[in-house]
């Protein structure tokens, strides 16, 4: 089993809808730029050669803590027991970065047959990403 673990350090960037014009479909700069993050991140973790087998997925999005919180609700933020259950959704914060890795550690989604998705908080907003896969 190969294991490639790294970190997307900030904010995530949840995937918007993109726009569509008589033009064609456009990505909104936000996602389109936090795609290109992922890309940079990602490439400085790459293997030699981009994976072919089917990948199992995991990432955890660390969200900003937000500073309403009391000390109490903080602490318990901290400690995972309180999770953000705010907008965005994960499925749209997963999204972007699954973009993003594409044709840099793989060749498409497509591949991604197990996904694993948890949004926590921190004082370090970042997303933690694994990939798992076996070689034939």
């Known amino acids: 089993m190969n294991v490639l673990t790294f970190e997307i350090p900030g904010d995530v960037q949840a995937q918007q809808r993109p726009r569509v014009t008589k033009f ?4 909104p700069k936000e ?3 936090y795609k290109s993050f992922v ?5 400085e973790h790459a293997p030699e050669t981009l994976i072919t087998e089917d990948i199992k997925l995991s990432i955890d999005v660390y969200r900003k803590i937000p500073k309403s919180f009391s000390k109490k609700k903080h602490q318990q933020a901290v400690d995972g027991v309180l999770r953000p259950t705010t907008k965005p959704d ?3 914060l997963v ?5 993003g890795l594409s044709k840099v ?3 498409d989604d497509s591949q991604v047959t197990e996904l694993v998705a948890r949004k926590l908080y921190s004082d370090n907003p970042r997303a933690e990403v694994t990939i798992e896969w076996q070689e034939k």
């Not at 064609?24 to 990505?27: A, H, I, K, L, R």
């Not at 890309?39 to 490439?43: E, P």
Request: charged share 35%.
């Open 95 to 99: 999204k972007g970065i699954k973009d």
């Open 24 to 27: 064609g479909t456009f990505d």
């Open 31 to 33: 996602s389109k730029d």
């Open 90 to 92: 994960i499925d749209n």
């Open 105 to 107: 550690l793989w060749h």
């Open 39 to 43: 890309r940079l991140v990602a490439a």
